[in-house]
């Protein structure tokens, strides 16, 4: 059986997990424009664990997904003691680029603001994204220009990690994905301007790259592309692949967050690599 066909059967599965997944905290709901989907859900431990803010945009394609959808993630990150910023913005194909990234920005800064009048240390965020997620926040920590643009501060971050990231478009992609960007991009637009690997910058933020190679839906190459051009601007970057045999990428970008830490390697890894930022 072939990855793609996997990936579109895994979802059963997935969603027998999504309902039994456990609900320990009641998110803040903060919006931070007027659209109903800028907003973001912000998490608080019963006991904070850790003194690392995870920052984290949902995937979905561009076209689907929103915090609240994704309340699992906010819910175990907490469970381990992270305090967690679940992060939303406009979707396509309503929406076009780059409305998707300037939401990642103006929900940044109003997260860090929102956090600051909790009195809450802000200096260690770790940014994360699975799949259109990870395009987008890879954009946001490794891109000044759109920052400049944007007036992002991200000063206080001290880690990134991607999941699934389509980081490079100079790939090959499954139809899947080619019909996806057709959605996310207007027809003339340049989509130079939303490719990761061409906008990434020198920067001191390390990076964790969470990739399968039997995906089914995003080339394994996206990531590699996004590595290469790491390091050779000077960027620390480790691509993690993932071993668990449930590793298509619904599974590894976000079913991981419904499994135990002992029972998944991907989620281990990202929890590890965190901890010893």
Known sequence: MNDSMRENLSYFGLYMKLFKAKKNVVPEHISFGEDK??????????????????????????????????????QAMAGFGYRVISLGYRLSPKNKYPCQIEDVCMGYNAAIKYLQSKNIDISKIVVSGPSAGAHLTSILVYNES???????????????????????????????????????????????????????????????L????????????????FKKNALLLGNKCELYSV?????????????????????????????SWMENL
Not at 37 to 52: G, T
Not at 153 to 165: A, K, Q
Not at 169 to 184: D, G, R, S, Y
Not at 211 to 217: A, K, Y
Request: net charge negative; with cysteine.
């Open 210 to 225: 969470i990739q399968s190679e039997h995906d089914g839906l995003i080339n394994y190459s996206c990531a590699e592309d």
């Open 146 to 208: 759109i920052r400049e643009r944007m007036n992002v501060d991200i000063s206080n971050v001290i880690g990134y990690v991607g999941v699934g990231g389509p980081y490079s478009f100079k790939v090959k992609h499954t139809l899947a994905i080619n019909m996806l960007l057709n959605q996310l991009f207007a027809k003339d637009f340049n989509r130079d301007e939303g490719d990761p690997c061409l906008l990434m910058n020198k920067s001191e933020i390390p990076m964790l």
């Open 243 to 271: 071993e668990d045999k449930k590793n298509t990428h619904s599974w590894y970008t976000a079913g991981m967050f419904l499994e135990k830490r002992e029972e998944n390697k991907a989620l281990n890894k990202l929890l």
């Open 37 to 74: 989907e800028q907003y973001f859900l912000y998490y608080e431990p019963e006991k904070v664990i850790s003194d690392k803010i995870f920052l984290w945009v949902h995937g979905g394609g561009w076209n689907a997904g929103s915090p609240k959808f994704f309340d699992f993630v906010g």
